[in-house]
C-alpha cells in the first residue's frame, strides 16, 4: 500500500461518518426546501416547486422580514452586551487571587446550563407571581411595578437579551481573560513606567493587542445570537405579539407547528447562507491572523 | 538626574524572600550594576525601585524623596526590559513618542524629539516600520531610543542585551556605555553576565540569595572579593578555591605548602585559599611552591589552561599560550603572591 492510499484509507472512515451524519441531511433537507410540502396534508414529499419558496420568502412574506428585524435587534443588542460586560468581567476578574478564581467559577456554572434550562429558570425568575428576579426588579424600580416584564415587548427583548448575555458573558470572559493572560506583561508594565494611567493602558495598549480576539468574539456570538432558539421558545414563545419571534423561532413554528416543511427548509437555508457568510469572515479573521 | 536609595529594603512573596533587609546609595549619574545568579533578588530590586513591585518593608528613595509607595508613572524613571516591551500595534516613532503622549507633550514638539533620539540610536530610517519588522538589534535600539527620549531622573535596564547574539552584545554594550556617558543618567543595571558588568560598571553591587555580598568599583571586586561567593561567581575561569589550614604563616593543604608574605605567624584552623588562574604561571618541576601532574589542558586561542591535581583538588593556571604538555607531565603552578586571598572555612568572610 503506498503512501497515498494509505492517506485516503485512513481518512475514509471519518468522510464517511461526515457524508452521513453531515452531508445527507443538509443535502436532504436542500432538497425539501425546493417542494411544496405540508406535512399534515401528505407524509409523502409533496410537488417540486424549484426555487418558489425562496421566491415567497424574498417577495411575500412579510411576516419573515418581521421577523428579521427581530434577530437583527436581539443580536446587535445581545452580542454588544455580551461582549461588553465579558470584557468589563474580565478586566476585573483577570488576576489570580482566591476571590477572582471563585467568583469567576462560578460565573461559569451560568455557561454550563443548557439553553432551555436557562430559558426555563429564567422565565421561572420573571413571573410576575412568584419570581424572585421580578420581584427584585420591581422593588428596585417603581416605575416598573405594573409592568409585566415577559408580557411587554420592549421589557420582553430587553429580558430575552440580558438572559443571553447571563448565559454567555462567562464563556467570552473566560476567552478575554485567556487572551490577555498570553499578552506580554512587559508592554503593559513599560507603559506603567512610561507614565500612562490604567484606563490609557487599558484602551492604548491592552485593547489594541486583543483587535483579533475581540473580532473573533464578536463574530462567533453573532452566529450564536442568529440562531438563538432555545430562550425564545421557554421564555416568550414569540411573543407578546410577534414582538420577539426570531427567524429560526419562525422557522421552528412553521416546520413543527404549522408542518409547511417545504418553505421552513427554504428559511433554514437562507439563515445558513448569512451565517455562511459571516463564517467566510470569521475564518478570513482567523486566517489573516496566522498569516 | 537623581541619586537612588534603598532603605532596609525586603521583599517577600509569601514565605519566599526574595531581597533581604538591604541597604544601598547610588550616587547620582553614576552606572551601577546588579550582578548575581539567577534567583538572587537583582530584579526585583530593580523593580522595587521602578514601582512595578511594592516592597515588604524598607523605603525607595529616588533623588532623596520617599517614593516608596509611589506608581512607576510617578517616580520619572525610564525602563528597558528583558524582551524590550515594545507595543507591536505601534510604529518606531509612536513607539518612541508614546511617554511623551502620554505626558502631554505636542505633536511637534514629540516628533522633533523624536527623530533627535532616532539619530543617536541610528533608527531614523527604520520609523514607520512596526516593532516585528525589526531585528532583535534594532528592537533593543527602540527600546533604548524610548527610554532617552525623555531624560529621566533614573534608567533601569532589566538584562537588556540577553537576548541579543555574542557579537552583537559586545557593540551594544559598547553603546549603552556610550550613551550613558553622554547623558550622564543615574543608570541601574541587572545582568547575571559577569563581563557586562564588569566593562559597563561604575560600582557592581553582587547579590545571592537576597543578599548583597559585596559593593565596589569592578577592580575592587575582581581583585579583593569580599568572601567565598563573590571570590566562585566572578572570574572566568573561576578562581581556584582550596581548603587548608594556617601554620606559622604558611598555608597548608595536602600536596600543598604555601608561605603568605605579611601572614608571618599567622595560625588559623580551616582557611580558604583563593588564587585566579591568571595569578599563576606555569613553571618547569621544582620551581615553584605548588606541583602535581597534568590533568588537562586546554587551548583558548589566547591562552592555554593548565589544570593539574594537587592531592585531592584541582588547580587551574592560565599558561602562555605556546605550552605544550602532555596529560600526566609533572609540572609545577607558581602563583603571583600578591593576588593570593585567604577566607574563613565558615563563615566565607574574606581574612
Known amino acids: 500500500m503506498n503512501d497515498s492510499t494509505l492517506k485516503w484509507g485512513l481518512l475514509a472512515p471519518a468522510f464517511l461518518i461526515a457524508a452521513v451524519v453531515l452531508i445527507y441531511p443538509i443535502a436532504q433537507s436542500f432538497w425539501y426546501s425546493l417542494h411544496d410540502w405540508n406535512l399534515s396534508q401528505s407524509p409523502e414529499l409533496g410537488p417540486f416547486v424549484g426555487f418558489e419558496n425562496y421566491l415567497r420568502l424574498l417577495t411575500a412574506d412579510p411576516e419573515f422580514w418581521e421577523s428579521a428585524r427581530v434577530s437583527a435587534v436581539f443580536s446587535f443588542f445581545s452580542v454588544t452586551v455580551t461582549i ?41 425568575l420573571l413571573s410576575p407571581e412568584f419570581g424572585a428576579a421580578d420581584a427584585l426588579i420591581k422593588w428596585a424600580v417603581p416605575a416598573w411595578r405594573n409592568v409585566p416584564i415577559l408580557a411587554d415587548e420592549t421589557t420582553a427583548m430587553i429580558a430575552l437579551v440580558l438572559v443571553d448575555a447571563w448565559h454567555w458573558v462567562p ?45 473573533i468574539a464578536i463574530l462567533l456570538k453573532t452566529i450564536f445570537s442568529i440562531k438563538m432558539l432555545e430562550q425564545v421558545i421557554t421564555m416568550t414563545k414569540g411573543g407578546p405579539g410577534t414582538s420577539t419571534a426570531t427567524v429560526p423561532f419562525r422557522v421552528y413554528e412553521t416546520a413543527f407547528r404549522w408542518y409547511d416543511f417545504g418553505y421552513a427548509a427554504a428559511m433554514a437555508y437562507f439563515l445558513a447562507f448569512v451565517m455562511l457568510i459571516l463564517a467566510f469572515v470569521y475564518s478570513h479573521f482567523v486566517l489573516r491572523e496566522k498569516r | 538626574m537623581a541619586s537612588v536609595d534603598l532603605v532596609d529594603i525586603c521583599k517577600k512573596f509569601g514565605p ?24 538572587c533578588g537583582k530584579t526585583t530590586t530593580m523593580r522595587m525601585i521602578a514601582g512595578l513591585v511594592e516592597p515588604t518593608e524598607g523605603s525607595v528613595l529616588i533623588g532623596g524623596q520617599d517614593v516608596t509607595y509611589d506608581q512607576p508613572r510617578e517616580r520619572d524613571v525610564a525602563m528597558v526590559f528583558q524582551n524590550y516591551g515594545l507595543y507591536p500595534h505601534m510604529t518606531v516613532a509612536d513607539n518612541i513618542a508614546y511617554p511623551l503622549k502620554v505626558r502631554g507633550v505636542a505633536k511637534a514638539d514629540r516628533d522633533r524629539q523624536v527623530r533627535e533620539v532616532a539619530a543617536k540610536v541610528e533608527l531614523a530610517p527604520l520609523l514607520d516600520r512596526r516593532p516585528s519588522a525589526l531585528s532583535g538589534g534594532q528592537r533593543q535600539r ?27 552584545r559586545v557593540t551594544m554594550r559598547a553603546e549603552i556605555k556610550h550613551l550613558q556617558n553622554e547623558l550622564g543618567i ?42 567565598l561567593f563573590v571570590a566562585g561567581f566572578i572570574g572566568s575561569p573561576a578562581m581556584n578555591l582550596i581548603k587548608g589550614s594556617l601554620r606559622g ?16 605567624g599567622a595560625t588559623r584552623d580551616d582557611v580558604v ?69 585567604l577566607f574563613d572555612g565558615a563563615t566565607g568572610e574574606r581574612i
Open chain 2, 249 to 264: 604563616g604558611t598555608f597548608t593543604a595536602p600536596g600543598l605548602s604555601l608561605p603568605l608574605p605579611g601572614r608571618a
Open chain 2, 186 to 227: 543615574t543608570t541601574i543595571y541587572v545582568t547575571h553576565d559577569q563581563i557586562e558588568a564588569l566593562t559597563l560598571a561604575d560600582r557592581i553591587v553582587v547579590m545571592n540569595k537576597g543578599v548583597i555580598q559585596q559593593t565596589g568599583t569592578p577592580e575592587e571586586i575582581y581583585n579583593a572579593p569580599a568572601n
Open chain 1, 171 to 215: 464563556y467570552f470572559m473566560l476567552v478575554f481573560i485567556g487572551a490577555m493572560a498570553s499578552l506580554p506583561q512587559e508592554t503593559i508594565e513599560a507603559a506603567q513606567v512610561d507614565g500612562a494611567r490604567r484606563g490609557r493602558i487599558f484602551f492604548g495598549i491592552v485593547l489594541p493587542q486583543l483587535k483579533s480576539v475581540l473580532g
Open chain 2, 273 to 341: 585559599l583563593g588564587v585566579r588562574p591568571e595569578d599563576m604561571t606555569v613553571a618547569g618541576e621544582g620551581a615553584a611552591t605548588i606541583s602535581g601532574p597534568i590533568y588537562a589542558t586546554e587551548m583558548t586561542g589566547d591562552a592555554v589552561l593548565v589544570t593539574i591535581a594537587v592531592g585531592s583538588q584541582r588547580l587551574c593556571a592560565r599558561g602562555d599560550r605556546h605550552f605544550r604538555g602532555k596529560i600526566n607531565d609533572a609540572v609545577a603552578l607558581s602563583p603571583n603572591l600578591d593576588y593570593v586571598h
Open chain 1, 84 to 124: 461588553t460586560l465579558a470584557m468589563a468581567l474580565a478586566v476585573l476578574l483577570q488576576g489570580g487571587s482566591r476571590l477572582e478564581v471563585g467568583v469567576r467559577s462560578i460565573l461559569v456554572l451560568a455557561f454550563s446550563m443548557s439553553p432551555a434550562l436557562v430559558g426555563i429558570s429564567w422565565r421561572f
Open chain 2, 142 to 168: 527602540v527600546a533604548l531610543a524610548r527610554a532617552i527620549v525623555r531624560r529621566p531622573k533614573v534608567f533601569l535596564m532589566d538584562e537588556p542585551l540577553s537576548n541579543l547574539d555574542a557579537q552583537l
Open chain 2, 16 to 39: 519566599v524572600v526574595s531581597v533581604d533587609k538591604q541597604s544601598l546609595s547610588v550616587k547620582d549619574g553614576e552606572f551601577m550594576v546588579f550582578l548575581g545568579p539567577s534567583g
